[in-house]
């Protein structure tokens, strides 16, 4: 239902860096360049546009914390000098680039754009899902839905902190499959329904027409009874003749 979770992350990403490429949305496009002396002395004085490309690149979260502000600088300044052989290496805490990782997974578990969007798809989702479950499983298929969204977007942002971009696709997909654990609710409540039945009758429904299909049944047995009593101790006899 939700195990796209780990690409609501990645969408806002795509809009937020579009957004900046044109020069609308959150901010006006940085025209320096990233991790440049010139551009950490733009953070370091405030200017917008800087502060903005420094979260889109995933070092916003840490860099609000000064003391690890130099850390921070010495990672992207090593991160820009990556060739073209480790460019495609993941980045997170366990590649050794801890501040993208921890960056990456805020703003997938702390971003609200991300959470929009997590809404604006499982919700729905989980309402046809609802609507559609047998009857006494609405609250058990509610709960299961919302628990593989809120699980996919953890599982996003701890795997994003660990290894980025992949390990946020594989981390919302694997939240979203342990966030499924609402099944159990759904397997106690058919267990506990099944003992019911069992003890009474497999939740059998009287009506006024079994009633009376009951009454003529027994009318009947009685009749066979009768008829067949003026039989008994004459069965040598019933041969014989």
Do not use: C
Not at 22 to 28: F, L, Q
Not at 117 to 139: D, F, N, Q
Not at 209 to 216: E, G, K, L, S
Request: glycine share 16%; net charge positive.
């Amino acid at each position: 239902m939700s195990s796209g979770a780990g690409f609501y992350g990645l969408v806002d990403d795509v809009a937020r860096i579009g957004g900046r490429f044109i020069g609308r949305g959150d901010g006006s496009k940085y025209e320096g360049k990233f991790g440049s002396d010139q551009f950490f002395t733009d953070v370091t004085t405030g200017n917008k546009a800087a502060l903005e490309l420094l979260k889109d690149k995933n070092y916003g979260a840490t860099w609000k914390i000064s003391a690890l502000r130099r850390s921070a600088e010495d990672e992207i300044r090593r991160g820009l000098g990556r060739t073209g052989l480790q460019k495609p290496k993941p980045r997170g805490l366990l590649t050794g680039y801890a501040h993208y990782g921890i960056g990456r997974a805020s703003n997938v578990i702390f971003n609200k754009t991300s959470w929009m969007w997590a809404a604006a798809l499982g919700i729905p989702m989980t309402a046809m899902a609802v609507g559609s479950a047998p009857r006494g499983k609405a609250v058990s298929t509610a709960a299961k839905g919302m628990l593989e969204t809120v699980g996919g977007m953890v599982g996003a942002g701890i795997g994003a902190s660990l290894l980025g971009l992949p390990g946020e696709l594989i981390g919302g997909f694997a939240g979203a499959e342990l966030g499924k654990v609402a099944s159990v609710l759904d397997y106690a409540t058919n267990a506990r329904a099944q003992g019911r039945y069992l003890n009474f009758g497999a939740g059998y429904k009287d009506t006024e027409q079994a009633y009376t299909m009951r009454q003529r049944a027994v009318q009947e047995m009685g009749r066979s009874v009768l008829n067949a009593r003026q039989y008994l101790g004459k069965e040598a006899a019933l041969f014989h003749q």
